[in-house]
């Protein structure tokens, strides 16, 4: 039997979406050491220009302007309105796909984001093609960007994200939760004192993990002046990303604060820094969430930007799996009370580990290889 060959496709090079691409890649590697894998960004390949610039205006609407993006997303008249606009892209973009197609030779294509899932999806029909497409969703509610006939298998992230789905109008047949596909390394277990001795932490003072994501966004300077306010002895860690702007500001500040900071830009090693972490406070990214639960870490989530964010953020309150905190300035109350309360702390972790689907890649990986 041959090996297979597989296109992954997301969207971003800096995201969540090419994340979860990278943990499919690495455990259809574990399994098949033999398959051919093209994992490559959709939208850069077919849009190259459009890209920068459609991403640099994402930014700056849910950096200065979040309830336009709160409007637009998922908002059926804007989905409908959009709906000549979206053809006419996916048709002028076919062709692209078909060189790409026709000189990989993939036994199946698989997609992170909705954009490259419904190019694919419209390739397929004007092809006649019966090439299997594959989306995998990300976050913890389904917008109405992912349905299309002609997606062979829906991954969801939970068993709710499925009955959503299916409400769209998906077959069943078609739906899998298996969950977020994230790295296997968040489940090893480590030792704790090697991890506090690599990065010079003190291991009898409790850690507080600040992550914005891999572009560092969110209010981390208002979190880490609220942590000032702390009545608990805690040593910070604050990841940036490829936010060299947060990341000199805050080295500028550090010596001015009270609290022991570790600052750190973008890292491999986050889950070393999860594993000795009593607290996260982070977006709710979808890889990210999957990430942070499988390490039944209990999850403090800030301001979560309107849309994805904020449904991911009620997914995962709903379930007890996080505290949501509206203003940044009153993030030390929800830390001290999460430090001073145990037994509230347990209830977080024993939530995140009900709802956690820790062998997400690798039950993805599989079901791919057996298309």
């Not at 993939?106 to 954009?115: E, G, I, K, S």
């Not at 969950?179 to 690599?198: A, C, E, T």
């Not at 309150?317 to 001290?336: F, L, R």
């Amino acid at each position: 039997m041959q090996p297979k060959r597989i296109i992954l496709m997301y969207i971003s090079e800096v995201s969540g979406h090419r994340s979860a691409t990278m943990a499919i890649e690495k455990a259809l590697k574990a399994l098949s050491p033999k398959c051919e894998i093209l994992n490559i960004n959709a939208f850069n390949y077919t849009n190259p220009i459009s890209e920068k610039v459609i991403n640099r205006i994402y930014m700056e609407v849910i950096k200065y302007t979040p309830k336009v993006w709160d409007y637009l997303y998922d908002n059926p008249s804007v989905v409908k309105g959009l709906e000549k606009i979206k053809k006419s892209v996916h048709k002028s973009n076919s062709p692209k796909l078909k060189k790409l197609f026709d000189g990989f030779n993939p036994d199946l294509v698989v997609c992170t984001q909705a954009f490259p899932c419904g190019m694919v999806a419209d390739y397929k029909k004007a092809y006649g093609s019966n090439l299997p497409l594959v989306a995998v969703l990300t976050d913890y509610i389904p917008h109405s960007y992912w349905v299309y006939d002609n997606v062979d298998y829906y991954i969801t992230p939970s068993e709710d994200v499925a009955e959503r789905l299916a409400k769209k109008g998906i077959a069943a047949s078609k739906i899998r939760p298996f969950g977020i596909p994230f790295d296997h390394k968040f489940n090893q277990k480590l030792n704790s004192g090697d991890v506090f001795k690599k990065l010079n932490l003190n291991p009898s003072k409790p850690v507080v993990l600040i992550m914005g994501g891999g572009q560092g966004l969110g209010p981390i300077k208002t979190i880490v002046k609220s942590l000032e306010k702390s009545s608990q002895d805690i040593q910070e860690l604050i990841i940036t990303g490829t936010n060299k702007k947060l990341y000199n500001s805050l080295k500028r500040k550090i010596k001015r604060y009270k609290k022991e900071i570790h600052l750190f830009g973008f890292v491999q090693n986050i889950h070393e820094l999860m594993y000795i972490s009593k607290i996260i406070i982070s977006k709710p990214g979808g890889v990210t969430t999957a990430e942070v639960l499988s390490a039944k870490l209990p999850m403090v989530i800030v301001k979560p930007i309107p849309g994805q964010e904020v449904n991911n953020t009620n997914f995962l309150t709903h379930k007890g799996a996080a505290i949501k905190v509206d203003e940044p300035k009153d993030v030390y109350q929800a830390i001290d009370d999460l430090l001073e309360d145990k037994a509230k702390s347990e209830r977080l972790k024993l939530a995140a580990g009900e709802i956690s689907k820790p062998n997400a890649s690798m039950d993805i990986a599989k079901l791919l290889l057996s298309i």
